[in-house]
């Protein structure tokens, strides 16, 4: 059975950071894709990061480009959301994601095959 066990979320002030993790079991080999989502309150989930089974690829949405950096340990089948320099818009529910095949666009949300079940950021102003 696959699951994704994020953590790391919590309460910060603007300008501050925060480390998110997600845990994933299934595959030994790992997942081709892993990304992260956000769901605000009222707005619709959204892209925020992913990488490339490799490491070496990656995306970010234009909100936290040069803020969030993204990683993965394919050993410990790990995924984890560096976020610095947050700002109160950055407030929402953080999601783990995972693809089970290679597809295009790891941007869209209906390109992943699991979720977890998130975890809260909140920024302070």
Known sequence: QVRLVESGGGLVQAGGSLRLS???SGPTFGYPAMGWFRQAPGKEREFVAAI??????TYYADSVKGRF???RDNAKNTVSLQMNSLRPEDTAVYY??????????L?????????????????SS
Not at 52 to 57: A, E, F, I, M, V
Not at 99 to 104: E, Q, T, Y
Not at 107 to 123: E, L
Request: aromatic share 10%; hydrophobic share 35%; charged share 10%.
């Open 22 to 24: 997600c845990a994933a």
């Open 52 to 57: 490339g089974w490799s490491g070496g690829t």
């Open 107 to 123: 941007t869209a949300r209906g390109n992943y095959d699991y979720w977890g079940q998130g975890t809260q950021v909140t920024v």
């Open 69 to 71: 950096t993204i990683s």
């Open 96 to 105: 783990c994601a995972a693809a089970s095949v290679v597809r295009p666009r």
